[in-house]
């Protein structure tokens, strides 16, 4: 069972700049995918980062060279720079956890675990 624990969210005007960070009790294998995810009212939560256990990230057209995901192994932490942050940017942000393990008895199980959310708020 794996826990997230997210923070760091709060009111920042347009063009600044906010860590996200989100703590995780529980065991981290290397093959979790770690991810942000955001969702405004009235939209579908959509993802804004991911990254890999061998450090491979991933970010959506809308965010690419404006936020920066990281993870700290040693603190079982993974971050979320946001940086020239638009009034579009303002939504609940998620941690998410996805783990896929695959044995021969079971076939592949698909674990997925959210954080409670942050809300970040980015004023015009």
């Known amino acids: 069972q794996v826990q997230l624990v997210e923070s760091g969210g709060g009111l920042v005007q347009a063009g600044g700049s906010l860590r996200l960070s989100c703590a995780a009790s529980?065991?981290?294998?290397?093959?979790?995918?770690l991810g942000w995810y955001r969702q405004a009212p009235g939209n579908e939560r959509e993802l804004v980062a991911t990254?890999?256990?061998?450090?491979?990230?991933d970010y959506p057209d809308s965010v690419k060279g404006r936020f920066t995901i990281s993870g700290d192994n040693a603190k079982n932490t993974v971050y979320l720079q946001m940086s020239s942050l638009k009034p579009e940017d303002t939504a609940v942000y998620y941690c998410?956890?996805?783990?896929?393990?695959?044995?021969?008895?079971?076939?592949?199980?698909?674990?997925?675990?959210w954080g409670q959310g942050t809300q970040v708020t980015v004023s015009s």
């Open positions: 529980g065991s981290i294998f290397s093959p979790d995918v």
């Open positions: 990254i890999t256990g061998g450090g491979n990230t």
């Open positions: 998410n956890l996805r783990r896929v393990i695959v044995t021969i008895e079971r076939g592949i199980d698909e674990y997925v675990y």
